[in-house]
């Protein structure tokens, strides 16, 4: 693990809460050579996936009741997870869970913004958050995917401290979120484009080195394609599902 913690507002790590624990390694550990460990036992049945040793990524099991969406979940970094918990209620959020401990790796909470986009706060402990990045199957950006990107970006703003950098396009209408000067995040106002069964909600781009190859793979371990490979301004892009429906994308990183 690198010994830095997160820059507050840095995404810092990225958790999926499934049905299935063991058939979901199965499949992330086929598409992207991952290995895993038991996690916290706060969070239920829980494992972190590994990369040559460091954390990439978390998956917990979901109780057997819960009927919640299974998504890729982003956690932001924080100093102070209860103050922000408050400010997300004080800007319009809400906050599902938490803050609570998770042992001595960190404190956490969960909550969505105005527009119900489901996001995490990490205060690190002995857990730092993602460890390496930079390489295939580690997660390249995350981007927000909402209805339109003015109020939702002011949220953020005012919670995580971001400064913001619009795209300048008559029919994009993009914002990246910066702290410290650097690049850390996306909002994508899509308008109706939004799938009606999810709403706004965060996306995670995890790196691979060939996308048409991931494609393949992906799609033999059960997975689905959902936008198929397209060259972007920052590489070759798919959108893609896991088989409970996980929906992320991958994407080729020009070298």
């Known amino acids: 693990m690198t010994g830095e913690t997160h820059t507050p507002g840095t995404p810092c790590w990225v958790s999926l809460m499934v049905h299935g624990l063991?058939?979901?390694q199965d499949f992330y550990g086929e598409l992207f050579g991952w290995e895993f460990q038991p996690g916290p036992k706060q969070?239920?049945?829980y494992v972190r996936a590994l990369l040559d040793g460091e954390e990439v990524a978390g998956i917990g099991q979901l109780p057997p009741?819960?009927?919640?969406p299974v998504a890729w979940t982003p956690y932001l970094a924080?100093?102070?997870?209860d103050l922000t918990a408050e400010t997300v209620?004080?800007?319009?959020?809400?906050v599902g869970v938490g803050p609570l401990d998770a042992e001595d790796a960190g404190r956490l909470a969960i909550g969505s913004d105005p527009s119900g986009a489901v996001f995490g706060i990490w205060q690190a402990g002995a857990h730092r958050g993602t460890g390496i990045s930079g390489v295939p199957g580690t997660p390249a950006w995350h981007e927000l995917l909402t209805f339109e990107t003015a109020s939702v970006t002011k949220f953020y703003e005012?919670?995580?401290?971001?400064d913001e950098e619009p795209v300048v396009s008559a029919d994009l209408d993009y914002v990246t979120l910066h702290v410290a000067g650097h690049p850390v995040a996306g909002v994508h106002g899509v308008g109706n484009c939004l799938p009606r069964d999810r709403g706004p909600h965060w996306m995670t781009y995890f790196e691979v080195a060939d996308t048409d190859e991931t494609l393949s793979r992906l799609t033999g371990l059960g997975g689905h394609i959902l936008k198929p490979a397209h060259e972007s301004p920052h590489g070759r892009v798919a959108t893609?599902?896991?088989p409970e429906g996980a929906r992320f994308s991958v994407v080729q990183v020009p070298r």
């Open 89 to 94: 209620r004080l800007c319009g959020g809400t």
């Open 22 to 24: 063991t058939t979901t």
């Open 78 to 81: 924080s100093d102070d997870v």
């Open 240 to 242: 893609v599902a896991d």
């Open 43 to 45: 969070l239920g049945p």
């Open 158 to 162: 005012t919670v995580f401290g971001y």
């Open 65 to 68: 009741d819960r009927h919640l």
